[in-house]
Nanobody
């Protein structure tokens, strides 16, 4: 089991950027695949992007491709989500979660109960 804590959310104008951080702690923290998810008001939680424990494999939901970049720095026990060109429709609470890479990327299909979730960080994009 790992613990995840997100930070970096905020209020920005459309077109601006934010960088979210997820600090991962626990005995298996650096061997854990991690994903970012988001939940907008009145909508289901959805997958955004995932990165393998080594950082060598990444996967993005279609809306995130070309605008968002997921990365990790295992020396800092952290996973990042760089979000550029933000749009009002990106407004949501953003969560990081830990589980196997396969479980993370299939979340939108099966909404599996993932191993660990953070508490979330609010991102608001104004037009």
């Amino acid at each position: 089991q790992v613990t995840l804590v997100e930070s970096g959310g905020g209020f920005v104008q459309a077109g601006e950027s934010l960088r979210l951080a997820c600090v991962v702690s626990g005995r298996t923290a650096m061997s854990t695949d991690v994903g970012w998810f988001r939940q907008a008001p009145g909508k289901a939680r959805e997958f955004v992007a995932a990165v393998s424990w080594s950082g060598k494999s990444t996967y993005y939901e279609d809306f995130a491709k070309g605008r968002f970049t997921i990365s990790r720095d295992n020396t800092k026990n952290s996973v990042f989500l760089q979000m550029n060109g933000l749009k009002p429709e990106d407004t949501a609470v953003y969560y990081c979660a830990a589980d196997s890479f396969a479980m993370l990327i299939r979340y939108n299909l099966f909404h599996d109960d993932l191993e660990s979730w953070g508490q979330g960080t609010q991102v608001t994009v104004s037009s």
